[in-house]
């Protein structure tokens, strides 16, 4: 990372801060300092920090994505890896008449949505014959969403009494986060950023072809199987908490791409950082939109992030013009 | 200082044979030039010295096996310069041409890869020598092909390895530029460095010290390039399509 990097992290970081601040003070009737204690630190606070933390893990997926295909239009819900971890919930929800437990039913989403989100990356790995061939990776991942997707269609269809609460997971949605989730996530993304801060040389080294990254001394496929599972890792934490949420891990790589002067690893952190910003700003915006009414989410991301990635096509910037 | 010696070397890239016990012995610290039409292998023989295709046979450096050297050692040993068409298109990412150049330096790095006051000595003396320096904090998606060849040399010589492949080093330097490098290749010489290139170019392959000429499955010739003899294989090799002249102290080739 060089030296310029730092001030401009530091500036995402204040940036974070700030909106937490604001998301713990939003009610439904503006900014009011509540009273009561618990409604900040019960409600607003872990909801707001895990907005953050999810959008993070997007983000930091969306970077590594981009990084390891070498596809600008690369994000974690291509693999498979967004439809898997569906997937996954949704058959943990199928199964568990009997969990009620609010910590146990936690484990039990969060390691289905990984399992889902890691079977997914599989699947298109094996039905892409390897990883070697990024359009074949990409071309497999789509496939296997479709597929997926209908299956996760097929469960609503089964089980209506379930549709409700799948229905959340299906739009995208912050407001069921509590703190056990909130500290599920941020164990996840401190484990993600030092594995990713380990394996980001890999990245650097790909920019100039496979060939040639194979000549410099490092082990590029088994860092590159380890990127992968580190998407599936971050999206698979992410999809359970606030289920699918579009276009973060697409956009946030993008818009701080000019900010990292082209180090892999001070693009992956601002990634990450710029993709908790953003969900946690479309969470604020949805909530306060149609006040006292709350959109899901995942609404608001798809209408904003879609119209940027439109302007991204019109504009043909999705290398790199400074 | 040590040669390499390929004995008995069959190499194939997908499945096909393209070259079939083979026996080269490239002398250490001199420049070797591969020399051969379309399809011969030339590129495929360089890969198997970068250790990017697999080899039967056996391929030694100063009597070590090549595919035993750690990949790490290896990286530090042979550096290798990718033919320049196949490397355009996956490049559409930011990073500055001074990054690029800092690439040459992983070999020597640690697991954390942050460049070292001595890197970065290193790969600004790289980038001076092939006169990229002023296009530091430029993107390397928005330079020329000739501006882009010219980092990606300055990318190879900062790994210091005493091998340097080199893949149509050449392809997209104008004039200038070709005499530049034909500078360069002299100082690697003087340094002790073994390089060996593939040059479509045969006039400018003509100024290495030894020519591997390849023809389809195997060896057509190898020897001195200053050797009658292999003058005269070179024109055989081309189907005597080519004549060679002399003009003042070195041999031109030209079309016939």
Known sequence: MRPTSFPRVLALVLISIALLCLGALLGSSGIVWSTDTAIVFDIRLPRSAGAWLAGAL?????????????????????????????????????????????????????????????????????????YRSSLRLLLSGVVISVILGAGNALFTFVRPDLYQRFQAFMLGNTSLLDWHGVYLMLLVWVACIAIVLLLSAALNALSLGESTAKTLGLPIDQMRLGLIAVLALATGAAVAQTGLIAFIGLAAPHLVRRFASGSQRAHLIMSSLAGGILLLASDL?????????????????????????????????????? | ???????????????????????????????????????????????????????????????????????????????????????????????????IAMLGRLPHQNWLSIPSEEDCGIVEHAMRQTNVWDLRERFFNQLSGGERQRVLLARLFATQAAILLMDEPIANLDPPHQADWLQWQSALSTQGKTSITVLHEVQLALQADNLILLGFGGIHYQGKSNDPLTHQALIDLFDGRIELAKLGDRWVSLAR
Not at chain 1, 290 to 302: M, N, S
Not at chain 2, 13 to 30: C, F, K, M, S, W
Request: net charge neutral; charged share 10%.
């Open chain 1, 58 to 130: 997007l983000g930091l997926a969306g970077a590594i994505a981009q990084g390891v295909f070498r596809n600008p239009l690369a994000d974690p819900y291509l693999l498979g890896s967004a439809s898997g971890a569906l997937m996954g919930v949704a058959l943990v929800l199928g199964f568990s008449h009997a969990i009620s437990d609010s910590g146990l039913a936690l484990i039990g989403l969060n390691s289905g949505a990984f399992i889902g989100a890691l079977l997914g990356v599989v699947a298109a790995l094996i039905l892409a014959g390897g």
């Open chain 1, 285 to 322: 915006l949805a909530r306060t939109i149609l006040a006292p009414l709350e959109l899901p989410v995942g609404i608001v991301t798809a209408v904003l992030g879609g119209s940027y990635l439109l302007l991204l096509l019109r504009r043909q910037t999705l290398g790199v013009n400074p």
């Open chain 2, 1 to 99: 200082m040590s040669p390499i010696e390929l004995r008995n070397v069959s190499l194939s890239r997908n499945y096909n044979v393209v070259l079939q016990n083979i026996d080269i012995t490239i002398p250490a610290g001199e420049w070797t030039s591969i020399v051969g039409p379309n399809g011969a292998g030339k590129s495929t023989l360089v890969q198997a010295l970068a250790g990017l295709v697999p080899y039967e046979g056996s391929i030694q450096i100063g009597g070590v096996e090549l595919r035993l050297i750690a990949i790490k050692a290896r990286a530090q040993q042979i550096a290798w310069l990718e033919q320049a068409t196949a490397t355009l298109d996956s490049l559409d990412f930011g990073l500055r041409v001074y990054d």
